[in-house]
């Protein structure tokens, strides 16, 4: 029997304006500087997901003119975000965009998870389809927040990203009455809201190398990677 094809997959990826984005940061990182990190990471997002072999198409939802540029590439398009009412709404453009050109899936990323993994990101895809899940949900590092979200089909559930998302979209899930399961993937575990979530990414990117390339870039300039200094071998014993 000819195998059977695996589910049209869509990634969802909102963007915020980059020039209001990470307000949080507002205390160690000024506009620029914040809109010059915000926009690193989107692109080490996108390129990680275009590498990802079971994403048939990728969305960026977006309203802001410099990421529609940034959003080039074999499987990408833009959606405009004409209301920018939050991650939420915007993904939800997405799911519609899914739904209307006959995709089986949505995957809903956030654009400032830069260590994303492409093959982590295959094996959520795997585990739903070979589990035959409605909703896979992938909590943050503190456990409480959602950073990605895999629905099927694409409208199973609605999307509530924000504080406290992982156990709204555990109790939406449960309400529908989805087959679905929380799963962990190292590489999505963190978001940068924070200047915590700041100098842990600058930490893990310090001691990794290759990842997240953009990022690393940015932090750089902004003199904020902490570098593990060179490991150098004892010197040899002198001869007698």
């Given amino acids: 029997m000819p195998l059977k094809p695996p589910p049209r997959t869509?990634?969802?990826l909102p963007v915020k304006s980059f020039g209001a984005a990470k307000q949080r940061l507002?205390?160690?990182l000024g506009t620029g500087a914040r809109q010059a990190l915000a926009q690193a990471m989107f692109s080490d997002v996108l390129g990680s997901l275009?590498?990802?072999d079971g994403?048939?198409?990728i969305a960026v939802v977006t309203a802001d003119r410099v990421a529609e540029s940034a959003a080039f590439g074999d499987r990408v398009l833009v959606l405009p975000d004409t209301e920018e009412t939050g991650q939420s709404q915007a993904a939800l453009i997405g799911v519609q965009w899914a739904l209307a050109h006959g995709f089986e899936r949505a995957l809903l990323v956030p654009g400032d998870t830069p260590l994303l993994d492409p093959g982590e990101v295959q094996d959520l895809l795997d585990i739903g389809e070979e589990r035959g899940l409605r909703a896979v949900i992938v909590p943050d590092r503190h456990g409480t927040g959602t950073n990605a979200l895999l629905l099927s089909p694409?409208?199973?559930m609605e999307p509530s990203f924000g504080p406290g998302s992982r156990e709204r979209h555990v109790a939406g899930a449960a309400a529908a009455g989805l087959r679905y399961a929380v799963e962990e993937a190292p590489s999505l575990v963190l978001d940068v809201d924070t200047p915590e979530d700041l100098a842990e990414l600058a930490g893990k990117l310090g001691g990794?190398?290759?990842h997240a390339p953009?990022?690393?870039g940015a932090l750089m300039q902004l003199d904020r990677l902490r570098v593990p200094p060179p490991v150098t071998a004892d010197p040899a014993p002198?001869?007698?």
């Fill in 10 to 12: 869509l990634a969802v």
């Fill in 26 to 28: 507002g205390a160690q």
């Fill in 50 to 52: 275009r590498h990802v």
């Fill in 55 to 57: 994403i048939e198409a």
């Fill in 154 to 156: 694409p409208d199973a």
């Fill in 208 to 210: 990794q190398r290759g």
């Fill in 214 to 216: 953009m990022t690393r």
């Fill in 238 to 240: 002198a001869q007698v």
